[in-house]
């Protein structure tokens, strides 16, 4: 063989092996990609789904994106789930509203809307917390609050039943109401009156809430800034900053190995 020859096939091994393929770290080649999802614009850390792996993100801000089953985005929160409305990445914002609710006032299955304080932040306070009461045994001619009567709603099958279903508002709420009532589950809202009716009700519920996302924002940002990507251990909660030649704890500049996972 010509020695230009064996020095070409030695040249090929080298570049095909391995060990140059790693010269690039594949997570950080992989979070680099940014990530779109319907409609919301693109996305990075802490969201991930469908083709993004979870690494590129933070176990709890799975979005599902299959545009082949639902008409929107979505999240689940604490086993709930949510129509992903808007997510806006600067402010941190993100608007969602109850799927089971968006368009229907009488789940099958009466949950109270929970948020996982770890990880979101309610934008607005008890002021646009709603109380939705099921079976409430109150006669609405004779009741003094005239105005629940506004605000009753019936639910399938429930016509001739002697009960009655309202919402109000935290504010408008008395402790006579929790007493008469079956059960009643809470729905923060971003835009409702006190005096609300049904049909505001439903934009609202529709129009749902927002929360802030406090995924490691600051970390995150320093990563950002020494050139990696933010992210987290493969299966864990702990931030990972993804870099060209490694993961490492915090930012690319850091001696620190990526955490172990918790
Ligand atoms: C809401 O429900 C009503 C009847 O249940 C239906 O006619 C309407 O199309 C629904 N609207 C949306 C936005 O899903
Ligand atoms: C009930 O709703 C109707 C129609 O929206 C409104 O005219 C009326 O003032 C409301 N009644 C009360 C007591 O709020
Ligand atoms: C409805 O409830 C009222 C008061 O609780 C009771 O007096 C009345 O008999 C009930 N009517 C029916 C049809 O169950
Ligand atoms: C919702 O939470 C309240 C306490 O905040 C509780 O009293 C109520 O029973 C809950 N509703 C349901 C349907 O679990
Ligand atoms: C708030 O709700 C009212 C009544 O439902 C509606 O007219 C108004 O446009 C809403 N405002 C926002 C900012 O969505
Ligand atoms: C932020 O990062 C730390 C370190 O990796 C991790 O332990 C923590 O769970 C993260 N924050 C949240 C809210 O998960």
């Known amino acids: ?20 393929v790693n010269a690039y770290d594949e997570q950080f080649e992989t979070c680099y990609q940014p990530f779109s999802c319907f409609n919301l614009g693109s996305l990075g850390y802490p969201f991930w789904g469908g083709n ?19 008409d929107f985005p979505r999240i689940q929160i604490l086993s709930i789930t ?22 229907n006032t009488c789940p099958e299955k009466l949950l109270n809307t929970t948020i996982d304080l770890n990880l979101f932040n309610p934008v607005s306070t008890d002021g646009s917390l709603l109380y939705l009461f099921y079976g409430c045994a109150l006669n609405l001619n004779s009741i003094s609050t ?24 935290k504010q408008a709420s008395n402790d006579y109401l929790f007493t008469v009532c079956k ?13 609300a009716s049904v049909v ?19 970390i995150c940002d320093l990563c950002s800034k020494s050139g990696g990507r933010c992210g987290s251990i493969p299966d864990s909660t702990t931030f990972a900053c993804y870099c ?19």
Not at 52 to 70: A, I, S
Not at 183 to 195: A, K, M
Not at 200 to 218: C, H, K, V, Y
Request: glycine share 4%; net charge neutral.
């Open 52 to 70: 993004r792996p979870q690494y590129c993100g933070h176990p709890g801000f799975e979005l599902d994106c299959n545009q082949y089953v639902y």
């Open 244 to 262: 060209p030649d490694r993961p490492h704890q915090l930012t690319c500049n850091d001696d620190q190995p990526a955490g172990r996972a918790n």
């Open 183 to 195: 059960t009643f589950i809470t729905v923060p809202v971003d835009n409702i009156t006190t005096w």
């Open 200 to 218: 505001d009700l439903r934009r609202a519920l529709a129009a749902g809430f927002s929360l802030t996302w406090m995924e490691n924002n600051t």
């Open 1 to 20: 063989m010509h020695p230009d020859q064996l020095f070409l096939i030695l040249v090929s091994i080298l570049i095909l092996s391995p060990a140059s």
């Open 82 to 103: 949510y129509k992903i409305l808007k997510i806006d990445t600067t402010s941190h914002i993100l608007t969602i509203a109850r799927e089971d609710l968006a368009n």
């Open 146 to 169: 005239q105005r629940i009567s506004n605000s009753s709603f019936v639910c399938r099958g429930e016509k001739r039943a002697n009960t009655t279903n309202f919402f109000t508002t």
